[in-house]
């Protein structure tokens, strides 16, 4: 079974420019998160999709990030513009359903740098 | 909303030593726990979780967690460490209906010979 897959592995751009982050689900996961995991901090959730609708996006700062599933399946995180801030690990990650006894499983993630 | 501190952000230890890693959380209400480990330039992978029952937990690679409500607290062990151990370990939690992981700030466990 294929894992999560996303891309690019890294991204360095300067501050003000805009980045897209991609990311492909396991197969069949109907849930996909977007966490962002700042260096020496835990990963935050920024969003939660549930096929392609939002359930959770509390702690996306919606006038920069924004995010997209258009199909419930792969999608899409986009910075616009970048601040310094928001150089950071994202991860993004999936389950088979939106229970919290359900694992999560994660992808290896899009190190971005911002100067 | 749910807060989880991990109280060491580095653990040094030898290898074939025991370890213990230390997980406390804060909630209102019930909660779920899971431990997560990162190795270098991967994503997280967990590697065991507590929803109900047994508060001895076991997971993958030899680690166990124990559940202690009255403390509040999820500390994951080890009998004996291997050098393949050396990663980033997360404790994080979520609440029973809502799928949203808090974190930890993580630790550091460093295995050396």
């Known amino acids: 079974e294929a894992g999560v897959a996303q891309s690019p592995r890294y991204k360095i751009i300067e501050k003000r420019q805009s980045v897209a982050f991609w990311c492909n689900p396991i197969?069949?996961?109907?849930?996909l998160y977007w966490y962002q995991q700042i260096l020496g901090q835990g990963p935050k959730l920024l969003i939660q999709f549930q096929n392609n609708g939002v359930v959770d996006d509390s702690q996306l700062p919606k006038d920069r990030f924004s995010a997209e599933r258009l199909k419930g399946v792969d999608s899409t995180l986009k910075i616009q513009p970048a601040k310094l801030e928001d150089s950071a690990v994202y991860l993004c990650?999936?389950?088979?359903?939106?229970?919290?006894?359900?694992?999560?499983?994660f992808g290896p993630g899009t190190r971005l740098t911002v100067t | 909303a749910q807060s989880v501190t991990q109280l060491d952000s580095q653990v040094p230890v030898f290898e074939e030593a025991p370890v213990e890693l230390r997980c406390n959380y804060s909630?209102?209400?019930?909660?779920?726990l899971f431990w997560y480990v990162q190795y270098p330039n991967q994503g997280l992978q967990l590697l065991l979780k507590y929803l109900s029952g047994s508060t001895l937990v076991k997971g993958i690679n030899g680690f166990e967690a124990e559940f202690n409500k009255s403390q509040t607290s999820f500390h994951l062990r080890k009998p004996s460490v291997h050098i393949s151990d050396t990663a980033e370990y997360f404790c994080a939690v979520s609440d029973l209906t809502a799928s949203k992981l808090t974190f930890g700030t993580g630790t550091r466990l460093q295995v050396t010979l």
């Open positions: 990650a999936s389950s088979s359903r939106g229970d919290p006894s359900y694992e999560q499983y």
């Open positions: 197969s069949g996961h109907a849930t």
């Open positions: 909630s209102s209400v019930s909660v779920y």
